[in-house]
């Protein structure tokens, strides 16, 4: 049990009262054979919208959706901006987001976890986790479930080109300068982010709609109550894609999308 603790606070932050699936995907992710995109994980998201070709309007929020009638949604933005759309797909969380709807719109209250990313170019302090050189301190430190320990996990993230080490902290609360002081025999810089990184974990869960008004409205961050990660994200929007395709087309069937791999793999099931 005390692995598993490691792993979802981790992955999660939260501890192993997690919903099961959840907790699956979250041992899933510490295993071996994992894999990432050199250079960052960003790049999937970009490729994408290069490819897609697409107009980007980047640091502007939508603040109300309205249904105009007649298959038309209007979307205006905190610029002063309008978009008129057939069809809008929502791919946020909206449970810390104030967008209007117009009419309104009815989903199960959902609470985020706020995970607190700390990152800290400096040398950690060997005396702090009872050790005597700063070599012996692991590259990854995990902690189980208990009020005295302030964090859920410490991990090297890089070096950077002065050679000096980059630390990435997980915890629940924020990292003070006093707390740090103490982790941490020297500090050049540091950065803190705060954000809602996935929901708060329980079951029974509850799930909103994919479809929010029965239209062509539709909601890909629905998904993440049953498990938050860029491979069920990834799922839930080519769900949603065929969702629109099929439903635009006027057929309750399966779309003409078919899946990555699919001509080379028959056996993969691309339908709805």
Known sequence: EAVSQVITRINYGQSVEISGFAGGVSLAGSGSGLWAVEGGNWQLAAGLIQRSGVDLHLSEEITSISDHGGGVYQLNSSKGNSFDCHVVVVATPLDELDI?????????????????????????????????????????????????????????????????????????????????????????????????????????EEYAPFVLDGKHLYYVNTFENAASAIEASAVAAENVARLVVSRRAGRRGASKLKAFGAADSPHLHYEL
Request: hydrophobic residues 35%; without cysteine.
């Open 100 to 204: 209007r709807f117009v009419p309104g719109i009815t989903i199960p209250p959902r609470k985020m976890h706020h995970t607190h990313a700390t990152f800290v170019r400096g040398l950690l302090n060997p005396a702090y986790f009872g050790m005597g050189d700063a070599s012996d301190i692991p590259d990854l430190v995990g902690t189980v479930e208990s009020d005295d320990i302030p964090f859920s996990s410490i991990s090297v993230l890089d070096a950077d080109k002065e050679g000096d080490t980059i630390y990435k902290i997980f915890s629940r609360k924020t990292m003070t300068d006093s707390l740090l002081d103490d982790i941490f025999s020297m500090r050049k810089e540091t950065v803190r982010i705060d954000w809602a990184a996935y929901p708060h974990y329980h079951a029974p």
